[in-house]
């Protein structure tokens, strides 16, 4: 998620700053690269909490703080298809559409699953 974040922010920087790309269309609407990029450069921060945040005990709880950071993107996503359309950028939300999902749907799993260390270390402790 790291790799994809920034790499997202160079190529919204790049559309910005030469008009050219996918992202080009920002160079005559300035102020979608300033939402943009903020959100890329937050997800590269989560990405990096969640790494450093599954190696704890319980980690449990990251995978639910990394399903609730792909919330915020589909929301804004979703309930703004028509001004993607308009600025003809539809095709870019649709596969960051598609990228959310994937990894709401992944971390919500995760979440979700039933954790065997921590079982097995319950059932040894009462045996005990």
Known sequence: MTAVALGSAAATTIGWMTGTGPFGFMQHNPMVWVGLIQAYLLMAIIAVLLVLGSGQ????????????????????????????????????????????????????????????????????????
Do not use: Q
Not at 59 to 84: E, Q, T, Y
């Open 57 to 128: 005990p319980n980690a449990r709880k990251w995978n639910v703080v990394g399903a609730l950071a792909h919330c915020a993107p589909l929301i804004a996503a979703l309930s703004s298809l028509d001004v993607f359309e308009s600025m003809g950028a539809l095709a870019i939300v649709e596969v960051a559409i598609a990228f959310h999902l994937v990894w709401l749907c992944l971390e919500t799993i995760a979440a979700l699953y039933p954790d065997k260390r921590r079982a097995r270390g319950h059932r040894g402790g009462e045996s005990s």
